[in-house]
């Protein structure tokens, strides 16, 4: 299977295209030295999202993707400074070692609380469903206005 991983990422990048690997753990990337070397050499692009849990062993992580001081000090200032009454995260994108920067991603209100996995948030959205006779669409909107004003 690890092999078909090597020949996928191979093929991909002949035809100019990218393959897009998504993992909430490096661990599954780098336990495999045949996928860490198909995906990590043959990607230019990379996007990491907070990765404080991981602060104590970045180093490994920084050697593993080659990724210089500057872009570790980026990386690990990611959320660090949020303001508190947006719902916003910051997220990191390296090119290729030749440009890097975080951004922050922002969505509405609405967004927010249709997606979030925050248990008490979850619980007013069903509370306020249940009093709207199960209409989640209209719930979510009155919830994102109230929360707005």
């Not at 661990?27 to 043959?42: L, Q, R, W």
């Not at 303001?83 to 916003?88: I, L, T």
């Not at 979030?116 to 009093?131: A, G, N, Q, S």
Request: proline fraction near 1%; charge should be negative.
């Amino acid at each position: 299977m690890w092999r078909r991983v090597l020949s996928l990422h191979k093929t991909v990048r002949k035809y100019f295209g990218e393959a897009i690997v998504v993992t909430q753990e490096v661990d599954d990337i780098i336990a495999s030295p045949i996928v860490k070397e198909a995906i990590i050499n043959n990607s230019d692009c990379k996007i990491l999202l907070d990765q404080r849990k991981f602060m104590n062993r970045f180093d490994v992580i920084q050697s593993l993707l080659g990724l210089t001081d500057k872009e570790k000090g980026q990386i690990l200032s990611i959320n660090m400074a949020n303001h508190p009454g947006r719902f916003y995260k910051e997220v990191w994108f390296g090119l290729g070692g030749v440009q890097s920067a975080v951004y922050a991603t922002e969505v509405s209100g609405e967004e927010y609380l249709t997606y979030t996995t925050e248990e008490t948030e979850k619980m007013e959205v069903f509370k306020k469903t249940d009093e709207l006779d199960g209409n989640y669409e209209l719930a979510i909107k009155q919830l994102a206005e109230s929360k707005r004003n």
